[in-house]
């Protein structure tokens, strides 16, 4: 069973997603996930990055279904 993880950034945190894009790649390449693909979600411009998205094949949580961050 695939799940999509679908992670919306919080409004104008594009820097602060750039200054952790490395650490940030590096820890789901480590995480205990097998992720099909993946990328960022972008603005309307097609260039600023708001999010993330990759479906995982089935070793999240069984039963979450959504998570919302504060």
Do not use: W
Not at 28 to 56: C, H, Q, R, W, Y
Request: overall charge negative; proline content about 4%; charged content about 25%.
């Amino acid at each position: 069973m695939f799940y999509v993880i679908h992670a919306l950034d919080k409004p104008g945190q594009a820097q602060t997603r750039l200054d952790n894009y490395a650490d940030h790649k590096s820890y789901f390449s480590n995480a205990n996930i097998k992720t099909v693909v993946s990328g960022p979600l972008l603005d309307d411009d097609d260039e600023t990055m708001i999010g993330s998205f990759f479906p995982d094949r089935g070793r999240a949580q069984k039963g979450c279904h959504r998570v919302q961050c504060q």
